[in-house]
């Protein structure tokens, strides 16, 4: 089973920046895509962004310009880079990669701006 560890978030005031970071552990071979997704309390779980193997990107329009998505293979880990942060980006922020066909997500990790 892939196991995914998150880090970073914590509390911004708005405009300012935030990075959060996951590795993945075993079984990772197989892992193409990884992304972040967030929620909010009573809202369904949203993409934010993905990346693959390659470097190829995929954002959601409400953080397009402002937020970055990396990785670095090597340590399999997958970055996102949070800057001109808004109250309205306030959530609990996932880690999600898809191994094998099977699903897999992080525990979160929560970001809070401050207006």
């Known amino acids: 089973q892939v196991q995914l560890v998150e880090s970073g978030g914590g509390l911004v005031q708005a405009g300012g920046s935030l990075s959060v970071s996951c590795a993945a552990f075993?079984?990772?071979?197989?892992?193409?895509?990884m992304g972040w997704f967030r929620q909010v309390p009573g809202n369904q779980r949203e993409l934010v962004a993905t990346i693959t193997s390659g470097g190829s990107t995929n954002y959601a329009d409400s953080v397009k310009g402002r937020f970055t998505i990396s990785r670095d293979n090597a340590k399999n880990t997958v970055y996102l880079q949070m800057n001109s942060l808004k109250p309205e980006d306030t959530a609990r922020y996932y880690c999600?990669?898809?191994?094998?066909?099977?699903?897999?997500w992080g525990k979160g990790t929560q970001v809070t701006v401050s207006s």
């Open positions: 999600n990669t898809v191994s094998a066909g099977v699903n897999y």
């Open positions: 075993n079984n990772i071979f197989s892992i193409n895509v």
